[in-house]
C-alpha cells in the first residue's frame, strides 16, 4: 500500500496485525526493510531483493546520472549506445539505464550465484542481456572489446575487517562488500579491463569507498589508479549528497599509450 493510502486504511484483520507484529519485531532486530517488503526503490522503479543480494543504495543513482549524461554528450547524434553494467547485484543500475536510455544495448555481468537470480528475476522481460562471470575476466564480454560506449560499475569496495552496521554485516552478501585489505583489490583488475572494453572516448564510472584502510582515500587512490593505467583522460572525482566522496569517472582515450 503506498504511504499516501495509509491514512484512509481499513483496519487490520487478527492475521494481518499478528503478521505486521511479526514484521515490526524482525525490522527491529535488524532485518533490512527492504527485506522484509521484497523491494528496493532505485530511481524511476523497483528491485526484487532479498537474501542473497546486495540491496541497491541512493547514492548509487547518481553514478547513474552521471552515465546518462556522459552518453548523450558522446552519442548525441549516433544510434543505440553499448553500456555495461559489472558487478550487476540486482541489476539496479543496468535497468535504469535500459528504462532511462530505450533501445540502448545493456548488458549486465554478475558472478555470484544468488546474485544472479535475482538478477534475473529484475530483468526478466526487458531487453538486459544478462552475463554470468567475473567482471574482470578478460574472456568476459571480449567480443565487445573496443565497443562499448559506457561502463558503470558498484564493485565490493570495502577494506576487510572494517567495521559495519549490525543489519549490513549480517544481510548484505559478503562478496558484495569487501575486496582486499584496501578495499580495492577488484578495481586494480576492473581498470584494465574496462579500457580494453571502452571505445575511444568512452565513459567509465565506479564507485568507491570514501576512506581507504591506509588513511589515503578512494578519492585519491581510484583516480591514480586510472592515471597510472595510460589510457584514461578527463579523470575527476564525485561526491555524494551528503558530500563524501563516492565515484570517479574517465573517458577512453583515443591515442592510447599502453
Not at 526493510?33 to 546486495?54: D, I, M, N, S
Not at 546518462?68 to 535504469?96: F, H, K, N, Q, T
Amino acid at each position: 500500500m503506498p504511504r499516501t493510502r495509509l491514512a484512509l486504511a481499513a483496519g487490520l484483520t487478527v492475521a494481518q496485525d499478528a503478521r505486521l507484529a511479526e514484521l515490526v519485531a524482525a525490522r527491529a532486530g535488524g532485518a533490512p526493510l527492504q527485506h522484509l517488503t521484497g523491494v528496493a526503490p532505485f530511481r524511476y522503479g523497483e528491485l526484487a531483493v532479498g537474501p542473497g543480494v546486495f540491496v541497491p543504495r541512493p547514492e548509487t543513482e547518481l553514478l547513474v546520472t552521471w552515465g546518462l549524461d556522459a552518453l548523450r554528450v558522446s552519442r548525441a547524434a549516433e544510434g543505440a549506445p553499448v553500456v555495461v553494467d559489472l558487478c550487476a547485484g540486482s541489476g539496479a543500475i543496468a535497468l535504469a539505464v535500459a528504462q532511462e536510455w530505450p533501445g540502448a544495448r545493456v548488458y549486465a555481468v554478475e558472478q555470484e550465484p544468488a546474485a544472479v537470480e535475482w538478477l534475473r528475476r529484475n530483468a526478466a522481460g526487458t531487453t538486459v542481456s544478462i552475463v554470468e562471470g567475473d567482471a574482470a575476466d578478460a574472456a568476459v564480454l571480449s567480443t565487445l572489446d573496443g565497443t562499448v560506449d559506457l561502463v558503470l560499475c558498484n564493485p565490493p569496495y570495502l577494506p576487510v575487517g572494517v567495521a559495519l552496521p549490525g543489519d549490513v554485516a549480517a544481510y548484505d552478501p559478503q562478496a558484495a562488500l569487501y575486496s582486499g585489505v584496501d578495499g580495492l583489490e577488484l578495481v586494480r583488475r576492473l581498470v584494465p579491463r574496462v579500457a580494453a572494453l571502452l571505445r575511444p572516448g568512452g565513459g567509465f564510472a565506479v564507485e568507491h569507498d570514501d576512506a581507504g584502510a591506509d588513511g589515503s582515500g578512494h578519492a585519491v587512490a581510484v583516480p591514480a589508479l586510472l592515471r597510472a593505467d595510460g589510457r584514461y583522460g578527463d579523470i575527476a572525482d564525485h561526491a555524494d549528497l551528503a558530500g563524501r566522496a563516492r565515484f570517479a569517472t574517465a573517458r577512453r582515450l583515443a591515442d592510447s599509450t599502453v
